[in-house]
């Protein structure tokens, strides 16, 4: 079972997870959201919703898959209802409703670390809501690390014309002018021992191949457009090369996302978050999926924003999260092909 939370309530979250409900799928997915809330999107989106009450701690029954593999009828949807604390409209934020995200992913985390879901997968969720609730909150990724005591590393990866492409990095939800401090040697060097052991361990990759980006143009010029690169990136690649690790960097980011480059490696290390995801999405926005990393639990999530102006008008496409699910599955898997003895 997989547990999906669909973001804030008065965007498009709770429309895909109608959507998907709509699909043939061959894991259960339980939504933890407000029952009421799905069943009016529904009703606007003019599809047929069955909701089926999920009661946390309650032993679930076996999973049955009909001859095609497919554990659930269209149009059913197993729901851990968390009811709002205010009415829904669509694209109308309502601060109340702050506590209510954060109470579904606190549910999902609850779970995962139960063993009652495999995996869970998130919905887009907006952060300036929860913060006017009076919580200081900077993200899923940071929110889900404190809960689990994880050390988290935000990965994003889609398929490209050129194959797979997976952009991790090393600083996360911060202004621009505070990367450069924030980037230590600590920092790096945790954010690419976490990505090269998931690389190994959920991936399957035996040795990875990482590109490292620079921080500044042209990777510093040699020093002359700033010292990031010669104080902390190249003594933090040089120590992780001796320990065995593939490292090319620091590179020119400007550069790096070329084929050359990316043909050659299995990922990439940006150093912060507007360096190395606008790429990203260009090449495969609408199926690119956000991993999180370095956490004791499996999480993927959607590569867009909440959409405001699209809730309750169908106009929208579930790839992205078609996408998390279906990646969300995959490493859930191969985790427990790992976790079960040999006969």
Do not use: W
């Not at 109470?103 to 887009?124: E, I, K, N």
């Not at 790096?188 to 052991?197: F, G, K, S, T």
């Not at 992780?240 to 043909?263: E, K, V």
Request: glycine letters at 10%.
């Amino acid at each position: 079972m997989i547990a999906l939370t669909p973001g804030e309530p008065a965007g498009i979250g709770p429309d895909l997870t109608v959507m998907l409900a709509q699909q043939p799928r061959r894991s259960r997915i339980v939504a933890i959201a407000d029952r009421d809330v799905l069943q009016h999107r529904a009703a606007s989106l003019g599809l047929p919703l069955q909701v089926h009450d999920f009661t946390p701690g309650e032993q679930p029954a076996p999973l049955l898959a009909d001859r095609d593999g497919h554990v659930d009828q269209v149009g059913e949807l197993h729901v851990l209802h968390i009811p709002t604390h205010a009415p829904v409209r669509c694209g109308q934020l309502d601060a109340r409703n702050g506590t209510h995200v954060l109470a579904t992913l606190d549910a999902a985390v609850d779970g995962c670390l139960a063993g009652t879901f495999a995996a869970m997968v998130t919905a887009p969720l907006h952060k300036g809501v929860i913060n006017d609730a009076g919580i200081a909150f900077t993200g899923h990724t940071e929110y889900l690390a404190e809960r689990t005591h994880g050390e988290p590393v935000m990965m994003l990866a889609a398929e490209t014309a050129h194959g797979p492409l997976r952009v991790a990095l090393a600083t996360t939800h911060l202004p621009l002018a505070a990367v450069a401090r924030a980037l230590t040697s600590d920092v790096l060097l945790r954010a690419l021992r976490i990505l090269h052991h998931d690389l190994i361990e959920q991936f399957g990759i035996a040795d990875p191949r990482i590109l490292v980006a620079g921080l500044n143009p042209h990777a510093g010029e040699s020093g002359h457009m700033g010292r990031e690169e010669i104080d902390v990136i190249e003594p933090v690649l040089v120590q992780l090369r001796a320990q065995g690790m593939q490292l090319i960097g620091p590179l020119p980011a400007d550069t790096l996302f070329t084929p050359q480059h990316l043909d050659q490696a299995d990922a990439v290390m940006a150093m912060f978050h507007d360096q190395g995801l606008p790429v990203l999405k260009y090449a495969g926005f609408g199926k690119a999926i956000n991993i999180t990393l370095g956490l004791p639990i499996i999480r993927t999530s959607v590569d867009h924003g909440t959409a405001l102006d699209k809730a309750g008008t169908g106009n929208i496409s579930s790839g992205s999260l078609d996408a998390a699910i279906a990646l969300a599955e995959q490493l859930a898997s191969s985790r427990q092909s790992k976790s079960t003895p040999t006969p």
